[in-house]
């Protein structure tokens, strides 16, 4: 079975603060992503990683960045967290499989920041 | 028009009932197609992924219309258990990156 952790499940913080979100997958998955989800307004992609060290802008990615120094690893960034930051945020992983390739996505349990 | 539309629901159903959602993608280059599953304050666990056939998974059966460009998912004898919310995700052809729907939601009562 596939598995993505995620460093907390809840977490506040104050205006300002820098904020930093790991996730770590143990299936050997080239990509890995980033989203966040409000209500109403379902998955944004922030970020998202095809290799180590290589990074793409999501949707949205203002007010956050991203490091990938391994393979397993995609931490996000928030550099000076704002109260429109408070959200779920969802870290998932996937890699080709079958003849088609499909990509499944496979989440970790999320992080409910908070941010005050 | 949004690239990944789905009703949001919620569909209010008795136990035992048959349900079905559909999904409707913008992109006539979409090539991979998925339901979620994804229960209140947890994370979208893979439900199934949809293929050009049809496929079958116990009481979930999922279809692709490519010619009127949507996906549905039809749960028969609906359980209790089967309450959550329903994102349907669809890929641009050879892309990895996922376009989610926002969900419908389901609550299946006694």
């Known amino acids: 079975d596939v598995k993505v952790t995620q460093s907390s499940r809840y977490l506040v913080k104050r205006t300002g603060e820098k904020v930093f979100l790991e996730c770590v997958q143990d299936?050997?998955?080239?990509?890995m992503f980033w989203y966040r989800q409000d209500p109403g307004l379902g998955l944004r992609l922030i970020y998202f990683s095809y290799d180590v060290k290589m990074k793409e802008k999501g949707d949205i990615p203002e007010g956050y960045s991203v490091s990938r120094e391994k393979k397993e690893r995609f931490s996000l960034i928030l550099e000076s967290a704002s109260t429109n930051q408070t959200s779920m945020y969802l870290c998932?992983?996937?890699?080709?499989?079958?003849?088609?390739?499909?990509?499944?996505?496979?989440f970790g349990p999320g992080t409910r920041l908070t941010v005050t | 028009r949004k690239e990944v539309e789905q009703d949001p629901g919620p569909f209010n159903v008795p136990e035992g009932a048959t349900v079905a959602f559909n999904c409707t993608y913008s992109n006539s280059a979409s090539q991979s197609f998925f339901w979620y599953r994804q229960d209140c304050r947890k994370e979208p666990k893979l439900l199934m992924s949809?293929?050009?056939s049809g496929n079958e998974d116990g009481r979930f059966t999922a279809q692709l219309n490519r010619a009127s460009q949507y996906i549905s998912l039809l749960i028969r004898d609906s359980k209790l258990s089967d309450s959550a919310t329903y994102l349907c995700?669809?890929?641009?052809?050879?892309?990895?990156?996922?376009?989610f729907g926002r969900g419908t939601s389901l609550i299946v009562h006694p």
């Open positions: 949809v293929y050009s």
């Open positions: 995700a669809v890929n641009k052809g050879g892309s990895y990156i996922p376009t």
């Open positions: 998932a992983s996937s890699s080709p499989s079958g003849p088609i390739p499909l990509y499944e996505q496979y």
């Open positions: 299936m050997d998955h080239e990509n």
